[in-house]
């Protein structure tokens, strides 16, 4: 990832700058909302925080060498709405659609006994209600580093 940021910063045009956004490496929750009530909120059980990992790393030793400096650094909330679970499934799905590694098991299972109770959730609760998909995101603005 270190010799992408090195390219990317040989791309720039002068006075340009590279914008990251990845997400925060924290579990992703899932959640069902009920108008402004969150009534179940979970951490996903397919989460594994590796390459964000990989990532953050890569971005603080490009940081750190000196190639680029943080003009801006900031965090949001992005989720991910759903009317039901089958929708919320079909969005994992085009998701994970080019995803060849191989599945765990257990973390399927896991995932579908908790689409399986927030489904009985959304259905015993009737209607205004949704799930939703949640992560924590950054954003960050670097510039090259005009003495490198």
Do not use: W
Not at 54 to 59: D, G, I, M, Q, Y
Not at 78 to 90: C, M, N
């Amino acid at each position: 990832m270190v010799h992408a940021l090195e390219e990317i910063r040989r791309l720039l045009k002068p006075g340009g700058c590279l914008i990251d956004i990845h997400p925060i490496r924290e579990a992703k929750l899932i959640k069902v909302h009920h108008g402004n009530k969150i009534l179940f909120a979970e951490p996903d059980p397919s989460y594994c925080g590796e390459d964000i990992k990989k990532a953050e790393e890569a971005l603080a030793q490009v940081i750190q060498c000196g190639l680029f400096i943080t003009e801006r650094d900031d965090q949001f909330d992005l989720p991910i709405y759903a009317s039901s679970v089958a929708e919320l499934q079909d969005f994992f799905a085009e998701i994970e659609a080019y995803d060849d590694s191989p599945k765990d098991e257990t973390v399927e299972a896991r995932m579908m006994e908790l689409f399986t109770r927030v489904g009985e959730i959304m259905k015993t609760t009737g209607n205004e209600v949704e799930v939703a998909y949640h992560e924590r995101a950054r954003i960050t603005r670097l510039n090259p580093n005009p003495r490198q």
